[in-house]
């Protein structure tokens, strides 16, 4: 299994060699830092932020964590992953190297929030008569139940919020692989805003790290006054 975390940049198009045109999305994914080892599963961290912003529980999980050269800036977003990853260490580095192009991946997001929205625009309703006696009920949703159950059942389609969710988007292929700026070229659209934080994973192949774990500080020793 291999994942990664990025952020949605925008769209574009490239050319391949025989002269098709390409649309795809340009993805800055990684550098990122395995941050936890658990049973079956790892957390990744990925951005940066300063590390005076952190709370002491935050500091103390992120302890030896850095995202610089300098240990005044560590991880900003954290995620788990579940899979074979019994050979990852706290603190392993990795990037857009784990990928290859032509690889097929599925990307999780967040869509676009719409709002609050009426039925035409969220279910696809056709809406009523615009003319002969109709009015103010062009978009309406027309009747929501029978008049003998006396309550509206659940699920029915009506106005509500629209958007801002979970989207999970399978079979993307990867075009083009920039280690030099982190990016990868993944065809076609995928769910989210510019600047949208994505999740990136497929089930084969195995992450190959970059830089080994480096030495996390041991934990401070507390000293208990005897009574």
Known sequence: MKFIIGKKIGMTQVFRAD??????????????VITQVK???????????????????????LKGISSGNSGETTVRFLKDFRGEVQHLKKGDQFTVTIFTPGEKIQVTGTSKGRGFQG??????????PATHGHKDNLRMPGSIGAGGVQRVFKNMRMGGHMGDEQVTVKNLEIVEIHPETNELLIKGAIPGARNGLVYISTQEGSIVIEAAASEVAPA???SVPTV
């Not at 990744?44 to 709370?55: A, C, D, P, S, W």
């Open 19 to 32: 002269g098709s045109v390409v649309p795809v999305t340009r993805v800055q994914a990684g550098p990122c």
């Open 39 to 61: 049973d079956g599963a790892v957390q990744v961290g990925f951005g940066t932020q300063k590390t005076f912003r952190l709370n002491k529980a935050m500091k103390g999980h």
């Open 220 to 222: 401070e020793a507390v």
């Open 119 to 128: 039925v035409v625009k969220r279910h696809g309703f056709a809406g009523g």
